[in-house]
Each structure stands twice: as structure tokens, then as C-alpha cells.
């Protein structure tokens, strides 16, 4: 028997959409927090890409009601949102709200971001609090990604209130689309960002087609941090500055990040933003694999006071490294 969740039409009908992809044991996780919802109207749409795990067999078994749709191994992040999306829009939705298969909501997530959303109408779309379940720390609340102008100038909103604009891109964990939204503006652009920046991609055509984004504050999404990919322990080295610069994996890879600022920044800003992040990754990249030649040790400290301060290396997160003269843009 589906669980009253799945059943009772109380409130805007909510179709949860969660790309997996050979995570069982988090995906697992994640429905059962759903599952615990207070929510009374909403369905679970799990894309699994082409699965070599028990990812669907065991999903159906103890989760029958979430509705399986199948990919062959190429449908990526984007793909995957784009055939739940596409499921949603022919099942009588009204709102989407696209979720990880690593993050875990709050009982009365759900119920908050409904509210929310009702509070703003039609023309909005709800984002979640994001939080860390290693840390218990914030790590999203309307904070503009690293490479953009305002990054170094931030400041963090009111978090007592109820509704907060935000300006910039929330990504794609806990972010409640109304169906209109799609109609009007399309599906994610799979083929330009198959993997990595396609949900601000899509955030930002929603924002200048009019559409005003708010944080729910109350809502809480907590996200388990990412394991590090083999790929990315050893950057410093032929292979892994290739893997990083230009594997369609690695977050920073600059063919997608070039393709998104300059699909929404000016020019100018655009190539004040572009080329110098560029460059700061390779100075890093070339500093990282230098620092591991014990001879040059010494004339390398003088390199790094000379080269932008120390400030050349991205994120720990694989995110874009800050931008001191960055531009605005938009996942």
C-alpha cells in the first residue's frame, strides 16, 4: 500500500526528482527521509542511469511507490533531471523540486518550501538551506558562486525571516521549480552542460525570463559531503591537471565553465572573469607540480610571494578559485 504521502491530494502535487547513479546506500537514505515527510501531496521520480548496483531492484522492493525511470548510462546529471522533469510534466505536476541522491531532508522540509512557495506565487522558485552533515555548518544560503564579483563582498542574509530574496543560483539540491516554469523556459541544456553548471544554466534563464528566487530558511537540506574521485588526488601531474582542466567530472572543467559565462555575461565581463580564473588555475596546477621537485623548493617560496599573493589555488571543493575583479552571470 503507498504511503499517505503518496496518496493524499492535500496541497500543490510535488514531484521530487533524484538522478542516482551506483549509490544505493545513499538513495536509500534519502527516500527514507522523504518517506518521513509531513508533506501530504508529493511523488518520488529516482532516474537511475543505467545502474550496475541493485539501485532499481531494491528501490522497487522496499520503496514501491517511487515511480523508476531508466537511463543506459549516458543521460549524466542533466539527463537525468530532464527525464523526471519530462515525467512530471505529463503526470499532472504542479511544482518540482530536484534533490541529490546525498541529501536528506527534514520532516517538515517539504511542508516549508510548499509554504514558502505559496507565500510568493507562481513566479518564484523556492530554495532550501543547505547544511553539511560533517560539519553541521551552512553551505549554501544565497551565496554567489566563487568566481563571481560579489563573492569577496557577501554578506549573509537575515536568516530570520521567513522568505529572503536571493539574487544568485542556488545549483540543484532542494530547489522547488513551479511546472509553469518549464513550460515557459525549457528543460536543463543537457547538451551544452551534460554534467556540471547546467542547473545555473537553467537558474539563470528562469531569473531573466522574471522568475524571483527566495530562500526558505526554515527549510533545512543537509548534504553528505562528496568522497575526493581517485582522479583528483593527484592533480599536480600531467594526467590530473587534464582530468581537472578539461574532464567533463571535474567541476572545473573550463570548456563548461567558458560555455556558461559566456553564455551570460557581457563581454567584458566575461573575459574579465574568464582568463583570469584561467590562468590562476594553471599557476596553481604549475606551482603544485614544482612544489614536488624537492631542488626548486627553495626558489618556489619566492615564486609564490611574487604570483597574486598566494591566492592562485581554487577551492577545496573543486569550485572556481575566487576572482578578485570577477563578473555576475548565471546553475
Known amino acids: 500500500m503507498p504511503p499517505a504521502s503518496q496518496t493524499d491530494r492535500t496541497g500543490p502535487l510535488v514531484f521530487v526528482v533524484i538522478p542516482t547513479y551506483n549509490r544505493w546506500h545513499e538513495a536509500r537514505e534519502t ?24 539501485t532499481a531492484a531494491a528501490c522497487q522492493a522496499e520503496f514501491p511507490a517511487v515511480v523508476i525511470l531508466h537511463g ?3 543521460l549524466w546529471w542533466s539527463g537525468s533531471i530532464n527525464k523526471g522533469v519530462d515525467y512530471a510534466l505529463a503526470h499532472d505536476a504542479e511544482a518540482v523540486i530536484w534533490l541529490n541522491d546525498d541529501n536528506r531532508v527534514e520532516k517538515e522540509t517539504l511542508s ?17 538551506r543547505t547544511k553539511s552533515t560533517a560539519t ?47 513550460r515557459e523556459i525549457g528543460l536543463v541544456d543537457q547538451k551544452t552542460f551534460p554534467q556540471f553548471w547546467g542547473d545555473h544554466d537553467f537558474h539563470y534563464r528562469a531569473m531573466e525570463a522574471g522568475y524571483r528566487y527566495h530562500l526558505a530558511t526554515a527549510a533545512r537540506i543537509w548534504n553528505v559531503p562528496n568522497k ?17 582542466l578539461f574532464n567533463r567530472r571535474s567541476a572545473m572543467n573550463m570548456p563548461t ?4 559565462l559566456k553564455r551570460h555575461l557581457p563581454k567584458r565581463e566575461f573575459r574579465r572573469t574568464f582568463y583570469p580564473m584561467l590562468w590562476r588555475h594553471l599557476v596553481w596546477l604549475s606551482y603544485g607540480w614544482l612544489r614536488q621537485k624537492p631542488f626548486l623548493r627553495m626558489p ?15 577551492s577545496s571543493d573543486g569550485s572556481p578559485a575566487r576572482s578578485p575583479k570577477g563578473g555576475g552571470g548565471n546553475s
Open 72 to 74: 543506459d548510462g549516458n
Open 31 to 54: 527516500l527514507s527521509c522523504l518517506f518521513s515527510s509531513d508533506y501530504p501531496n508529493f511523488k518520488i521520480v529516482l532516474v537511475e542511469d543505467g545502474c550496475s548496483d541493485e
Open 136 to 182: 553541521g555548518a551552512d553551505e549554501w544560503i544565497g551565496n554567489p558562486p566563487r568566481w563571481h564579483r560579489d563573492f569577496e563582498s557577501w554578506k549573509a542574509p537575515d536568516l530570520s525571516a521567513l522568505d529572503v530574496p536571493i539574487e544568485h543560483p542556488p545549483g540543484g539540491r532542494g530547489v522547488l521549480i513551479p511546472i509553469g516554469c518549464f
Open 300 to 314: 618556489l617560496r619566492k615564486i609564490k610571494r611574487s604570483i597574486s599573493g598566494g591566492k592562485a589555488s581554487p
Open 257 to 260: 565553465v567558458r560555455r556558461l
Open 228 to 244: 575526493q574521485r581517485a582522479e583528483a588526488r593527484d592533480l599536480f601531474s600531467a594526467k590530473g591537471a587534464r582530468w581537472f
Open 112 to 128: 516549508l518550501m510548499v509554504e514558502s512557495f505559496q507565500r510568493q506565487g507562481d513566479r518564484s522558485v523556492t530554495c532550501a
